[in-house]
């Protein structure tokens, strides 16, 4: 088995690794990603960190950009196990705070959706998101847009 | 300690089950609920489902408004002790997938938002959400904006 | 608070019990009351144990097949909080065993759809169930058939 | 101790990455790789993701076609310490998608097979799976077939 | 839903509980159970105990036997939802020495019905259990024979 | 700290490796090594697997008969850290189905104790297991016998 | 079921409320206890806070002692389900002490009584506690003698 | 960043696999190192398994002891991060013992202390241990001596 | 066991339910409680909060200022088991964010607590807090001063 | 690949490991680190702990002082992932105790910071922190002054 673990291609949160210490590195912005991907910044960051499958074009163009070994450009192209929280209650105060919202407003949104749409989900699979700066006098605000296709409960 | 559990004013569980209880029997929507309450739908909900807190007229509203005993304005003034969750990774198939979302986009907010403002959060109390529907051919879909004021962290 | 609790409908839970009570003694089969609510045996079950919602004329024909107190309908028309599970990881050996198809087969369910379908999931919600005995000289076994919708994670 | 670990064979979960990286790199599907070891796709994979014992044919024909070292032949014949979740409640949401159909649809699953077969259960050892593409005009479906012998409690 | 609680059968807990009195009260010995119902002692306790589905004859002995209310042997006739543990590590003494054995042995025993029987897990539902005094000189034992089916994995 | 790593013994779960790789690969069974070192196969097996701590002859046997580096003899003398099972509540499906006869028996095993012996415990250190094949017509089956002393509960 | 619930015998948990307060309200001291009791005030108090069986002179001391129903004789004959700790980490800072006494020295107490008695375990069921105050000028101290039977592993 | 990882001290828990090495190595006993250290046997353990933090002297005498490379002093003098357990429930059958006497005494310790003593509990932190064998004809037994200050709660 | 449940006195939770149910609706605020105790807001709060030990004459001037059942009284005087979350993480957001300031600071206050005073500990017994409010042009500030005393680890 | 893992740059761990590693071993003290990011000993120690980010000065202020590879200034100057705990509940007795006021005096918080300020929380991130000695004649004590920005909920 000489050679063994070199004869491995990286694994994906090695990648993850790299592309971080690469964007940190040359001071890139997603915006920046977004646009060598050709898509949205949201998906962009999403994908880099492991959590969206990449087209061939776009592992390519995430290989070109970052610097990555050829051989990151198949794995970027497999569907990720995903994930990104490391427990089951984030500990880290800024995701935090989105699980609080779940936490606080989780049956509110249930309210919501069920008297608008019926008995059903809003899919977190055909989803996308939009995050802005929505500026405010008394200090600017981070706007979150989720849209996802409502699925109903069928009977059958 | 005679009469002692009947002088007891009911728990905030009890006046979320009433309310909700006297909502479907009513045939209430939020919409009518928030127009009671003089606010908007997502607030009159999570209000409603103990999670918020409500000035006198709004609690003396929604005693009127749901026939709830009299005592239960002021338990409706107190702040409630908040969490919707019975557990850290929610069952509901409806709430999982917001959980899903924190899951699957928590690395990617933290990134857009430090990127966007620096090292800091997004208010989940200085915070505000709306929830409609989006008109869409291929199904339609759920449109939840959250707005949360950006907060720095400092050096001290 | 006079009389509250009397006021208060029965709770999901209670009707699930109420109904599990009756159909043990009144001797009812699932087919029987699938037969009642015009549906599969594998919806009925589960909209009986508190799964699923039940349309106007389904929840009548359930309090009147098992005796149900009148107010009881409109509680089976409110979308439910789901999960039937007590614990994360469940210990009845019959639902341990699914548990266990999951465990052991989850990355063998992942590699395969990815590789039919692309990046994506089996639905859950627009999703149907068929149980049936499949005759086996060598002892019945139990044919399970699930159906989901492919859902895509698309690029935005 | 000199060149301990160069003596010791690949562990079953490196064998799984090589097997895996092979896979991806010479773009082999599951029903070739299925072809290779004479049994079905589902079996294959779960066998090559580390869930079951191979044959002593079927190993040496996995190290030939994922050119694997020779000392793995021996190490896929012996069976594995089985379970491929990271989690009690895996974060993957393809895969939990099944974890939320057990969730959901337990208790349904414990009363249909009770009703149709006694108390006992659905074998997850003598169990066989089959996964399919369902074609459907509103979008095509994955549709799964378990088939699990019946195992009756005994009185003794 | 006047009379609605009163209506209700009994729960399978509180038969369990009026057994466990009426044993006490009675001062009867699991043999005495174990010959009313025509089994073993210790299928007899297991089922008394809420863990076996007992046959009619038998639940009807069982409410003569320990005075329970009619409705009681209907219930005692459902499969129960198995599970006698209140944790995942049991806090019980007596309990968690099993638990430890499983600790302790639980790999030695992978191996040694691997090797003997090859692939496969011993039942735990064709399954019977024998418990007896072993007398010796340097203190009395508690000798537990297991005897479960062996199932095999199989290629499919 | 030049050579540190060099100049540490291995630790128990490498000699564990160790161990395990050499018996696949020298075609051992329990049986032999149980032989080798005169105890009998489910001591011995536990012993290999870090359970047991070996006496100085039984350690220098097994460092003989795997092949291990001369060092391994002193750990494998030293009590180690019991404990098998990576989880609570293990996820391999053979090792589970003990731990369901724990979670199914545990109180019917408490019963049948205290009725033989009064309050106490069985030992699971001043203990010894058997496990044998018991054949049957209608398939062969595991028997396991454990033998563990009874401990009592005294005032003082 | 008419009177159901009234023919049952108090349970454990309810005896040892109605000692606590019965204890409480006739300013009784451990010691008294021990004295009606015949016993030490450790084993006294862990067997009215429900951790040990009583014998039945024992027993029918505690009904005249505490003014409880003729019933709770038999049930505190019985041996309890044990643990006291109503978390895996318990809350209370006094026991939580103890908690953290088991954290830092449990490898301590390992290697000690390895080194002392060899491969075994000091009991926890042949064990007697002792608590008393140790004078000290610099603020008395409490004093606590555990003595548990050693228990050797025996190969076998 | 060449040579890296070679700059960087020894890790407390690399010090404490080489002290245990070392130990065994050598043949030292407890009470050896104990009088190394000019201390008790039971705060040498503890502080060699890396959970007190030794004096200069101690780490220097530790080091010459132990043959640890120089540098291993000052992590020796260094406040560690305490707990020595893997898990909130600890799996090793000797240290859970320790588990079960909290788990069990728990309530009976606060009961006692606290009316010996008033509301306060007994410190871990002004604390210090004793073990000694205890012998007895029926088998000699290990005792524990705790001694912790006393420290109450005060109102302000 | 006729009036059993009338003879209990009430439990602390239910008294401490009352003291909240009668300071909202008599609108006493916590420095009026703290008058009546001649103590703290912090600690009056907190032991009406059933987390500390009222003196007699403490306890009866609770029952007057909150009109409590006579037996209140003996019962606050009870050393309380203590603990006021109902998770090991706690849900609620104010509460919370405590808990993330141990988190994010747990390691930054260990360091500065053994760089000032050496190894130790803030003693959460021998502690007192004071609230106030900060005023500040930039939105008012909490202040909250915790003082305990540092207790030293010795050698022993 | 080849160099792979030498072209990342160091890892926040490792450098917080090298920080620590550094400071001990040049006997600098947190004052001294404080001067340096010309910044407060707390905001200095969480930093360097990696829980705060530094600004480029800061960054390269303490590459200097604890002579980091110069990769390593980039990494500083990055928002960290938060959170120093391992687990739920700490198991340091040091931090354990913060843990411990969080859950006696968490309700006591929410109430008294409710009262004086209305519905909100006091903010983790708009936050400093202060720690001194406070002299007593009966031992000196850790004060700590907490003061964080009240944020209110607000209706919308």
Redesign the interface.
């Known amino acids: 088995?000489s050679g063994?673990s070199?004869?491995?291609?990286?694994?994906r949160s090695?990648i993850v690794?790299?592309i971080m210490?690469a964007k940190?590195?040359n001071g890139l912005?997603?915006t920046d990603v977004a646009e060598a991907l050709e898509?949205?910044?949201?998906?962009a960051?999403?994908a880099c960190?492991g959590?969206?499958?990449m087209?061939a074009e776009?592992a390519d163009a995430a290989v070109e950009l970052f610097g990555l070994?050829a051989?990151a450009s198949?794995?970027l192209q497999?569907?990720p196990?995903?994930?990104?929280?490391d427990?089951?209650?984030?500990?880290?105060?800024?995701?935090?705070?989105?699980?609080?919202?779940?936490?606080?407003?989780?049956?509110?949104?249930?309210?919501?959706?069920?008297?608008?749409?019926?008995?059903?989900?809003?899919?977190?699979?055909?989803?996308?998101?939009n995050?802005?700066?929505?500026p405010?006098p008394?200090?600017?605000?981070?706007?979150?847009?989720?849209?996802?296709?409502?699925?109903?409960?069928?009977?059958?």
Do not use: C
């Open positions: 088995m063994g070199n004869d491995m291609p990286p694994s090695e690794q790299q210490a940190v590195g912005r997603w898509t949205s910044k949201e998906w960051a999403a960190l959590q969206m499958t087209a776009q070994p051989e198949a794995v497999v569907p196990s995903r994930g990104s929280l427990q089951a209650v984030p500990s880290d105060p800024l995701i935090y705070r989105f699980y609080e919202v779940v936490s606080v407003y989780g049956t509110t949104l249930k309210e919501l959706i069920h008297e608008e749409f019926g008995d059903g989900i809003m899919s977190a699979i055909d989803f996308r998101m995050l802005e700066r929505e405010d008394a200090g600017d605000r981070v706007r979150i847009t989720m849209s996802g296709k409502f699925l109903p409960y069928r009977t059958y």
